[in-house]
């Protein structure tokens, strides 16, 4: 196929070139290409040509808690979004904590799949010695959870994590972390309980800020004494963000991920969003919001994730103390982001490295994936930066539409997906009659 007469962005720059993709893969980038031998041409004068978005934290919850949504919806709604690959985390039934849960993950998921998918193995306590293992059968990645959140997997102790920092230095894998402390969320959670408060913004109190610097602190502390690759999730906290950039100076073998709801919510949405917007680590105050910004304008946060985490409406909709925690991201992320982009938060040009590009090299999956270069998977996002999106019930493609961002109307509008060089979705509506995913393993490059 033959992408012709758009404006492709890329970390150096918006480049006017067409692009052509063969047998799957990028396999000429320039001006006036030919399409001899074409099956399509597509038109993307006026158009932004991204690489599809590699997103490397989405729950998609299926094995096991296929009530909160499946890998059907999720892909469905991945593609529509404009991400291409996902990188699947481990807390689903059972934990992906084996080599062959991550196999049976994979044989399930793979004819369900609308977008490519790599998986995460988790780790805690007891299976530290099946690193090896689980990254010879595919893994890309480890998730560790200091703190509690969906799954309650328990956090590994001082030991164990520092032996699996260790081989993660010598393996060369990255172990993606949730960084709140248990003990400290524990301690103000009862605290918050017990003083009988029942508002929404409880939730932010009851893990605070120093939670998330704690755990930081001590993965900093691991990474510069092993040489373990650390990269850490869904970034919250002003505390949090000055001791990445600290690190990062320092040269310490570790990088930050946030994502897009931690930009664009702040506590002051509480009263109108309530638990819709519950998520850990929560949502906070707007210099928290205006820290993560500049975070991410100057390079210190690094990658993007959506932390796609659907939930039943049912368990949504309780109290503040029981209402499950996070919300579907999948399809809004990438809309999401160019908004904020298109409204002069971010750059545009800062969008390929940190939702395709980093994400892509941090799980060894580049160059397959995460650009538009000769040679990588012909994955792109073919964007009308003067449309626009209206986050409807019927755009959104989860079983669940339980999120903050419906009724949203956002600047840019999504024209075309591209999977390898098949188009699937177009004019914002997929088009793909099977599931054309497949599964990506690591890359030994
Ligand atoms: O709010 C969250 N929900 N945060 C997480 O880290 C996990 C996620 C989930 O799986 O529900
Ligand atoms: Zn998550």
Known sequence: MLVRGGSIVTPEGVFRADVKVVDGRIAALGEDLSAAGVDEVLDASGLLVFPGLVDEHVHMREPGLEYKDDFTHGTMAAALGGVTTVIEQPNTLPPVDEPQKLVSKAALLKDKAYVDFALYGVLHDTNTHLMEDLLGVGAVGFKVFLGPTTGNIPPPSEGSLYEILSKSSRLGVTIAFHAEDHQLVSYFTNLVKSSGRLDPQAHEDARPPIAEELAVMKLILMSRRTGGRVHILHMSSREGVE????????????????????????SDDYPKYGTLIKVNPPIRSNPH????????????ISALGSDHAPHAREEKMRSVWDAAAGFPNVQTFFPVILDMALRGLIKLTAIPKL???????????????????????????????????????????YKHKVTPYLGWELRGEIKYVVLRG??????????????????IKRSSS
């Open 243 to 266: 001791l990445l950039k600290e690190a990062l100076w320092e040269g310490v073998n570790v990088t930050g991920e946030t994502c897009p709801h931690y930009l664009t919510f702040s």
């Open 289 to 300: 919001r205006e820290a993560l910004l500049k975070a991410v304008n100057e390079g210190v």
């Open 355 to 397: 939702a395709s590009e980093n994400p892509a090299k941090y799980f060894g999956l580049w160059p397959r994936k995460g650009s538009v270069r000769v040679g990588s998977d012909g994955d792109l996002v073919i964007v009308d930066p003067n449309g626009k999106t209206l986050v409807s019930e019927e755009w959104l493609q």
């Open 422 to 439: 098949h188009v699937i979705v177009r004019n914002g509506r997929l088009v793909t009659a099977e599931p054309k995913g497949v599964w």
